[in-house]
């Protein structure tokens, strides 16, 4: 069972940014994709960003996609979210989450959904 913990988020203006960090323990790490999801006060859960078990191969939302960058350090059990010129439509409570099938596309894990356990998650505040 993967466990998940989040950190890194803050309160920023519009236009400043945030790098958001994910440890995972508890399962095989290099082997799955990892994704970034988020949750807006009132709004379900959305897709951020997902990136491959070796790191080759990113998929994004359309609302990020050119400002949020998804890395991961398969040596650190580690994903990142670098997050660049933030909006106010940005701020929410973001989550990492682990795909449950090994050696998928980051495009298909984000349409499938992954591992049922998340972490905590990190709160970002950007104001306007």
């Known amino acids: 069972q993967v466990q998940l913990a989040e950190s890194g988020g803050g309160s920023v203006q519009a236009g400043g940014s945030l790098r958001l960090s994910c440890a995972a323990s508890?399962?095989?790490?290099?082997?799955?994709?990892m994704g970034w999801f988020r949750q807006a006060p009132g709004k379900e859960r959305e897709f951020v960003a997902g990136?491959?078990?070796?790191?080759?191969?990113?998929y994004y939302a359309d609302s990020v996609k050119g400002r949020f960058t998804i890395s991961r350090d398969n040596a650190k059990n580690a994903v990142y979210l670098q997050m660049n010129s933030l909006k106010p439509e940005d701020t929410a409570v973001y989550y990492c989450?682990?795909?449950?099938?090994?050696?998928?596309?980051?495009?298909?894990?984000?349409?499938?959904?992954?591992?049922?356990?998340w972490g905590q998650g990190t709160r970002v505040t950007v104001s306007s």
């Open positions: 989450n682990a795909d449950s099938k090994t050696f998928r596309s980051p495009e298909t894990y984000s349409r499938t959904g992954g591992d049922p356990n």
């Open positions: 508890g399962r095989p790490f290099s082997v799955y994709a």
């Open positions: 990136i491959s078990w070796n790191g080759e191969s990113t």
